[in-house]
């Protein structure tokens, strides 16, 4: 039968008992998980903290502090990462039934009165899986440093690109909001347990075609220090793009559909790269013999450089209109 959301005031058509969860991974944020937790709405259901043992033994400091008798402390006997915290506490969603699981940090720069904005779209069947997006309005951006916003912006078109996801922004965004029925589809234990975790996370998502949201918030920057180890991401990240981006054109174009985007893929790249090739071997013996290329050679190396172009373009422009939009926990 329907039933009313108090979070949201609006009536609902799904059927079953709705329970909400909110994890919490926890490395180094002893002195702000406390204010977290006490801003977190008496609409939650569950609260999982994870100690990903923390050096400042947070879960402790929780289960000596705190009184609220929703929170539960789970423990990692050595430190998984931000990924491997977060992977726990869907789990231990999962084993209790809770039917949306809402993600937030510890260290208090995600504000919990916005849990609501982030279930909405769950609850009503309009999406899968919510992400927040400080980009949304410029003017959330006035106290984001300007390095943050430009390697943002350039790691949010990688995304798109590896991902699928052409209509999001802001993809490394760590306030996010699952459906269950969503999480039992995805491989939990393959992926990333560190810092690309939101990002393959997005891939994971991109490959059972679940729909993704943003959700406008402002970005909150305190004087807390982050775990973020930046040569580790600039090394790292490029390989891991790369990977899951071939990855998932191979599941999209060609395991579990083929379609006119296959077709552009194959022989854009067949003539774009045998066209390179062909001519960068002939620019190759002019340079050597100092005779100049004939224009018949030229042409048979720059013709197929563009129409395999043009193809590629066409595939792209496929693979733009082909985000996903249709709901699927609603039917699974």
């Known amino acids: 039968m329907n039933k009313t959301c108090h979070l949201c005031g609006e009536e609902s058509t799904l059927n079953y008992k709705r329970n909400i969860a909110v994890v919490i991974p926890c490395y180094k944020v002893k002195s702000s998980i406390l204010s977290v937790l006490n801003s977190i709405g008496s ?12 050096p400042e033994g947070t ?6 502090q705190n009184n609220d008798s929703r929170v539960s402390v789970l423990y990692h006997d050595y430190n998984k990462g ?4 977060v992977i726990t506490g869907y789990k231990k969603s999962l084993e209790d039934l809770m039917s949306i699981i809402v993600k937030i ?10 849990i609501s904005n982030f279930i909405r779209p769950l609850i009503n069947g309009t999406a899968d899986y919510t992400k927040g997006n400080r ?8 106290d984001m440093p300007f390095i943050r916003i430009f390697g943002n912006s350039i790691l949010s078109f990688v995304n798109k690109l590896t991902s699928g996801y052409w209509n999001i922004m802001d993809p490394t965004n760590g306030y996010t909001a699952v459906h269950s029925k969503i999480l039992h589809h995805l491989p939990l234990d393959k992926i990333d347990n560190r810092y690309f975790f939101e990002s393959d996370m997005l891939f994971r998502l991109g490959t059972i075609r679940a729909v993704v ?31 899951i981006m071939f990855k998932r054109i191979f599941y999209s174009y060609f395991l579990r559909d083929f379609n006119i985007a296959s077709v552009e893929l194959m022989f854009g790249l067949i003539l774009f ?3 390179s090739i062909y001519g960068s071997i002939h620019w190759y013996e002019s340079y050597i013999t100092n005779v100049a290329t004939s224009s018949g050679v030229i042409m048979l190396a720059a013709l197929p450089v563009i129409l395999g172009f043009q193809l590629l373009l066409s595939a792209l422009n496929y693979d733009i209109n082909n985000t996903p939009d249709k709901v699927i926990h609603t039917f699974l």
Do not use: R
């Not at 980009?135 to 006035?142: Q, V, Y």
């Open 43 to 54: 609409d939650i259901d569950k609260i999982y903290v994870i100690d990903d043992s923390c």
């Open 59 to 64: 879960g402790k400091y929780v289960e000596t």
């Open 82 to 85: 931000v990924g491997g915290a």
């Open 105 to 114: 940090d510890g260290d208090g720069q995600m504000n919990a009165e916005l």
């Open 135 to 142: 980009f949304f309005d410029l003017n959330f951006l006035s």
């Open 213 to 243: 949201q943003d959700i406008p918030l402002v970005a909150v920057y305190g004087e807390e220090k982050s775990n973020l180890n930046i040569f580790k991401i600039t090394t790292q990240f490029p390989l891991k793009y790369i990977k």
């Open 273 to 275: 790269f045998g066209g």
